[in-house]
T-cell receptor, first 113, second 115 residues
Framework: AQSVTQLGSHVSVSEGALVLLRCNYS??????LFWYVQYPNQGLQLLLK??????LVKGINGFEAEFKKSETSFHLTKPSAHMSDAAEYFC???????????FGKGTTLSVSS | EPEVTQTPSHQVTQMGQEVILRCVPI?????FYWYRQILGQKVEFLVS????????KSEIFDDQFSVERPDGSNFTLKIRSTKLEDSAMYFC?????????????FGEGSRLTVL
């Protein structure tokens, strides 16, 4: 069955530092992978998605992710963190049965000045 | 910009009571979903709905739960005889089409507290 594992429930960086949020997937078929962000008291918003086109995917707010089949990874990065990036980030994969997203446990990103 | 709206934003209920959570998906979307997030845990898929019937459901979605699209705009989740462990944030989402690459648009959630 499809699943994702997010390594690290909490990541703290300084403003201007590199952001790296890790996600590994398990899938019996070529996966469709997503990163969503949840700001406090808000719903989930799509950051970017991988749909078997380019392996390096660019999303909103300067985030990008690289699909690496050999490592079964889809890590999210941003070269320079901003205070406004502080949020909960979820990696997700399309479930095998259909169109429902299966989410990871989430990683809380804290950004300090 | 079109958005998914959910009501109520927060509901407190007594154990054993029935709860209905309401969602208004984006108007031209065809696929609807409910997810829940227990505090401190991951977002879990409950059910998907298309063409007035359930298209997919998880093992969480047992006989205690039901979904309905009573009119052309609302999509509801009913929880019968609530239990303490039903306390969670419930998210509604909608998608325009059924392709695996389509984006899910989420509402801001309804927080359910069962006492």
């Amino acid at each position: 069955a499809q699943s994702v594992t997010q390594l690290g429930s909490h990541v703290s960086v300084s403003e201007g530092a590199l952001v790296l949020l890790r996600c590994n997937y398990s899938s019996s078929v070529p996966p469709y992978l997503f990163w969503y962000v949840q700001y406090p008291n808000q719903g989930l918003q799509l950051l970017l998605k991988y749909t078997s086109a380019a392996t390096l995917v660019k999303g909103i707010n300067g985030f990008e992710a690289e699909f690496k089949k050999s490592e079964t990874s889809f890590h999210l990065t941003k070269p320079s963190a901003h205070m406004s990036d502080a949020a909960e980030y979820f990696c997700a994969v399309i479930g095998q049965a259909g169109t429902a997203l299966i989410f990871g446990k989430g990683t809380t990103l804290s950004v300090s000045s | 910009e079109p958005e998914v709206t959910q009501t109520p934003s927060h509901q407190v209920t007594q154990m054993g009571q029935e709860v209905i959570l309401r969602c208004v998906p984006i108007s031209n979307h065809l696929y609807f979903y409910w997810y829940r997030q227990i505090l401190g845990q991951k977002v879990e898929f409950l059910v998907s709905f298309y063409n007035n019937e359930i298209s997919e459901k998880s093992e969480i979605f047992d006989d205690q739960f039901s979904v309905e699209r009573p009119d052309g705009s609302n999509f509801t989740l009913k929880i019968r005889s609530t239990k303490l462990e039903d306390s969670a944030m419930y998210f509604c989402a909608s998608r325009k089409d059924g392709g695996n690459t389509g984006e899910l648009f989420f509402g801001e959630g309804s927080r359910l507290t069962v006492l």
